[in-house]
């Protein structure tokens, strides 16, 4: 169980005793997480803990067979994944390439399509309400463009970008429609250092300028345990401690996990 | 540039005759049935092997309003929409397995729905000559236009230009816009885009249903300028040759369809060009049929392996290759704007 958080009132992101079986497989086992309002919370865990399976329950993709997810106060276990998005829940993914052939600002576009309220077949007039949806919007994606500090790589095919700079961009694909609560699938695995540093410096802006939410998978724990508020640590589905990155990282399963001593 | 086009598109009519000019017109009808397979399988990813499955349905409501309500209502203005319509609730019915399947197994429903529609086709075509008495060639009236009956080749020719121009501007826009997005980004990655917020079974259905409508409109186009409903017109090789035609003209992009279908369509009279101009012996045309299909065959082969992009990459590759000169990549400089 997850207890101690004082600061904020009421949490954004509440996972409540989820539970999700693959078959047989126990992926996650009474997993309880709250993610509050301004707070940037770290996921850690091996691999196969069930970290991205967390984040499939609370997006939808994954159905829990018992629990919920309760979003800004709201119950949306069960519901589509696409519906739990309009609820203001966006990720990032672990490989960023899959929308490659997009220009960064067409991905970003793409991001945007919620808030694009035109019917699609207005699409078709070269002119009208669907211009000047697009063009409103774009504004939008050019704040997002601005503020990720990706303006030289604007019209650039996004296959063709450092892969630094897709994750960047991915980042800045979920950031688009405003979301309460991020999900990020590690957005730092496979950068080098000064990428790292460049993903954590947006990430912590995001947390004090525009006070989100964040579930943050991590495997670099140096710089979780620097930059989160708190952790929560996951092992075979299983929460084996939640709190202060510093306690969190001393916690002996936490330490056994990692590091494999003799149990 | 695009005015300059259409301009010369305007006078071709006066410089060439109705041989080169019939040809035309079929690319024109081809244009839109491949812009139509473009927005499902290029776009949407839906491999469709139903094209002529959607064809015979627009060809079927040419032949109902010209037969069924009467000539007078063989207007463009009403069989248009109608066969549009028509295309689309076909298309959304060939599209509902697409829901619960993916890859190969749409692609066969899709194979199943046009053996269906043929079927049904055929049928009707008995009734016809049986209870209607109408012969076994089934004749339309020509199409009407409010002002003008579209009956020369020449007045084909400016209807034709003018649909395909409509149709190409139509699909750009929806291509350009969320609609276009949406479905490349499902043909990638279905479950990344229902997260991202975009309903995917719904936009799989709309790409069936905007594909089957353009092939619906090219279909009552091709009935009314054959003058006939032939059901045997359209065989599961037509349905090949639309998805060559996105193939060799680049999947995913408006202006690759176009340069496809005019290449699938006059390939064959290029190569009856090249016979006669080199004066072949007369077995060769005797194995004509034969020859175009192996050719046919060969080039998508070739396409496939060396040029996926199609005609349009090849195209970009020429362009970049005089734009760059003498440079093989854009200079450095020019990247930091």
């Known amino acids: ?263 | 540039m695009a005015i300059a086009a259409l301009v010369a598109a305007a006078i071709v009519p006066f410089v060439f005759d109705t041989y080169y000019l019939s040809l035309l017109n079929l690319v024109f009808i081809a244009c839109i049935g491949a812009i139509g397979i473009n927005i499902t399988t290029g776009y949407a990813g839906q491999v469709n092997l139903g094209q002529a499955g959607f064809l015979l349905v627009g060809e079927f409501v040419a032949g109902a309003i010209a037969i069924h309500i009467g000539a007078i209502w063989a207007n463009f203005w009403i069989a248009a929409p109608a066969a549009m319509i028509a295309g689309a609730a076909v298309g959304v019915i060939v599209g509902w397995p697409a829901l619960r399947v993916r890859g190969l197994y749409v692609t066969l429903a899709t194979l199943a729905a046009f053996f269906v529609i043929q079927y049904l086709g055929l049928r009707y075509i008995e009734y016809l000559q049986q209870t209607l008495k109408t012969g076994i060639d089934i004749k339309l009236s020509a199409l009407d236009l409010l002002f003008m009956t579209v009956s020369s080749e020449r007045s084909w020719y400016y209807l034709l230009l003018s649909v395909t121009v409509v149709v190409i501007v139509a699909a750009t826009g929806l291509a350009h816009t969320k609609a276009g997005r949406a479905w490349q980004a499902l043909r990638e990655h279905e479950l990344m885009t229902e997260v991202m917020g975009i309903d995917v079974a719904h936009y799989k259905l709309i790409a069936f249903a905007v594909g089957a409508s353009l092939a619906s409109l090219a279909g009552m186009l091709f009935g009314f300028y054959h003058h006939s409903v032939n059901p045997e017109a359209f065989t599961v090789e037509v349905s090949v040759q639309y998805l060559a035609m996105i193939i060799i003209g680049g999947m995913g992009s408006i202006a690759g369809a176009v340069l496809g279908a005019a290449f699938v369509v006059l390939i064959p009279y290029g190569l009856e060009w090249v016979l006669d101009t080199f004066n072949a012996p007369s077995q060769f045309l005797i194995y004509f049929s034969a020859v175009r299909l192996g050719v046919f065959a060969f080039l998508m082969l070739i396409f496939l392996l060396l040029e996926p992009e199609g005609l349009i990459g090849l195209w970009e590759r020429i362009r970049r290759f005089f734009v760059l000169w003498p440079f093989r990549f854009q200079p450095l400089e020019e990247k930091r704007r």
């Open chain 1, 1 to 263: 169980m997850i207890t101690g958080i004082t600061e904020p009132s009421q949490p954004s992101l509440q996972v409540a005793d989820v539970t999700v079986k693959f078959g047989g497989l126990l992926a996650l086992d009474n997993v309880t997480v709250d993610v509050p309002t301004p707070y940037l919370v770290g996921l850690i865990g091996p691999n196969g803990a069930g970290k991205t399976t967390l984040i499939n329950a609370i997006t939808g993709v994954a159905k829990p067979s018992s629990g919920h997810v309760v979003i800004d106060g709201k119950d949306v276990t069960g519901k589509a994944p696409s519906q739990i998005a309009h609820m203001g829940v966006a990720r990032t993914f672990q490989l960023p390439q899959a929308f490659g052939h997009f220009t960064v600002v067409e991905t970003m576009m793409l991001g945007a399509h919620m808030m694009l309220k035109y019917p699609w077949f207005a699409g078709v007039l070269p002119f009208g309400w669907a211009r000047r949806e697009e063009a409103r919007v774009l504004e939008k994606v050019e704040e997002v463009i601005d503020f990720l500090e990706l303006e030289r790589y604007r019209d650039k095919v996004v296959r063709t970008l450092p892969y630094g700079v897709q994750k960047l961009v991915d980042l800045g694909r979920a950031l688009v429609p405003n979301p309460q609560v991020l999900l990020l699938d590690e957005p730092s695995t496979g950068l080098t250092r000064e990428e790292k540093e460049n993903m954590a410096r947006f990430l912590l802006r995001l947390r004090y300028e525009r006070h989100l939410a964040m579930l943050w998978i991590e495997h670099d724990l140096e710089l979780i345990t620097d930059l989160a508020d708190r952790l929560v640590a996951l092992c075979f589905g299983q929460v084996i401690a939640v709190g202060e990155p510093k306690e969190v990282m001393r916690t002996p399963e936490v330490v056994s996990a990692y590091v494999g001593a003799a149990s």
